[in-house]
Structure formats: C-alpha cells, structure tokens
C-alpha cells in the first residue's frame, strides 16, 4: 500500500515552454502532497506543500508564479513549471500523506530545459 | 539552524555491519526517519523513530537515538551489495514538513 506515482518519469523541453507534472496517490486519499526539487548529489529541498481544495504554501525563495500547483482532488496534485529555463532543470520528486509524520515518495521527475 | 548532517560516503564490504550517523541541531524534533534513494529513482522510508525511544530494530536495520547529543544512527548488519544506495536521515517538528539531511552514499563491494 502507500504508492505514489509520478507522471512524466521524465521531460525534456525547450525554453520558455511549460511544464506540467503529475502526482498521483493510487492506493490512498492524500490530504497533503509536497513537492521537491534535488540537484545532483545534493538532498531535497522542499519546495511547497498543499493541500486538497486550498492554495499551496511555498517554502521562501520559490516563485509560486513560476511554479503552479494545484491539488484539485484528494488522490491528484500537479506541478506547471512555467517559462522554464535550463537553470529549471532538475529532479522534482512528490510525496503525499495522509496523516500525520508520514510521507510517501514518489519516483521523481527528471526536468531537462534545452 | 535548521542543519541535519551527514558523512558524505562510506564504504564497506559485503557482509559487513554500515553505519550510517547523523546529527541534527533542534531538540523539538518528533519523528526522525531513515529513507534510502536508488539511483535515478524516489525515496524508499526504510524505518523510523519517534523522539522519545532509544532504539528501534527492524529485521537487519538498527536506528538508535541519543537525544541529549542529538545523534542518529542507521545500523545496517549484513549488508549487501543491494543496499548502495543513499541514505538520508530526515526529522520532523510537530507538523508534516520534513527536513532532510545531506546525504550519506554507501558503497557496498564483493
């Protein structure tokens, strides 16, 4: 139990495109998502949480204007990187809870922006 | 601070016991956690520990926790080739927001 999926597994796009990514709990209702980027060799750093019906809390020094999320249902959360540049590139990783203390990761997402 | 360590690498030989350490600096942590990452792939929770245990063992995984010195240990006996990965040691406080260490990639050799 407790899966998380991840849709794409990967992307590449060109500049001053978008993005969306998709985090999916296939086994349980999320009350929270999260979201994550990771530069190579380096830890997580939480980027936002959100939670189902209401707007998302950035973590300070992420634009919430460059990266939309919406969590319009209790088993779905999407991330829209918008007017992405190489500097975007990245592995996003979700993970969604439903209830206290614990997480659930998902695969990841590996953003390439040529 | 906000800072969770974590040796950057360790080495070890096939089954051998890894020990993997991490230190935090806020005393009002709740639960600490114990994920492993694959390459190219997301976090897997391999255990966890709330704050007011010393030890927890599961199967081949050992976490103990001294909470005055504000350390953490992953224990892993036997370890296999399988288990190259790396470790990150993680720590909540009162609320779900996970602060991640930086990382500890275990090498495993024949």
């Known amino acids: 139990g407790a899966v998380v999926s991840q849709h794409p597994s990967w992307v590449i796009c060109k500049s001053g495109t978008s993005v969306k990514i998709e985090c999916r709990s296939l086994d349980f209702q999320a009350t929270t998502m999260f979201w994550y980027r990771q530069f190579p060799k380096q830890s997580l750093m939480l980027m936002a949480t959100s939670n189902e019906g209401s707007k998302a809390t950035y973590e300070q020094g992420v634009e919430k204007d460059k990266f939309l999320i919406n969590h319009a249902s209790l088993t779905l959360s999407t991330l829209t990187v918008t007017s992405a540049h190489p500097e975007d590139s990245s592995f996003y990783i979700c993970s969604a809870s439903f209830g206290p203390y614990e997480q659930y990761f998902g695969p990841g997402t590996r953003l390439t922006v040529t | 601070g906000e800072d969770v360590e974590q040796s950057l690498f360790l080495s070890v030989r096939e089954g051998d016991s890894s020990v993997i350490n991490c230190t935090y600096t806020?005393?009002?942590?709740?639960?600490l956690y114990w994920y492993k990452q694959e390459p190219g792939a997301g976090l897997q929770l391999l255990t966890y520990?709330?704050?007011?245990?010393d030890m927890k063992q599961d199967q081949r995984l050992t976490v103990l926790l001294n909470k005055k010195d504000k350390h953490l240990s992953l224990r892993i006996a036997d370890t296999q080739t399988g288990d190259s990965a790396i470790y990150f040691c993680?720590?909540?406080?009162?609320?779900?927001?996970?602060?991640f260490g930086t990382g500890t990639r275990l090498q495993v050799f024949p």
């Open positions: 806020d005393s009002s942590s709740t639960y």
């Open positions: 520990i709330f704050s007011n245990m």
């Open positions: 993680a720590e909540t406080r009162y609320t779900d927001k996970l602060i």
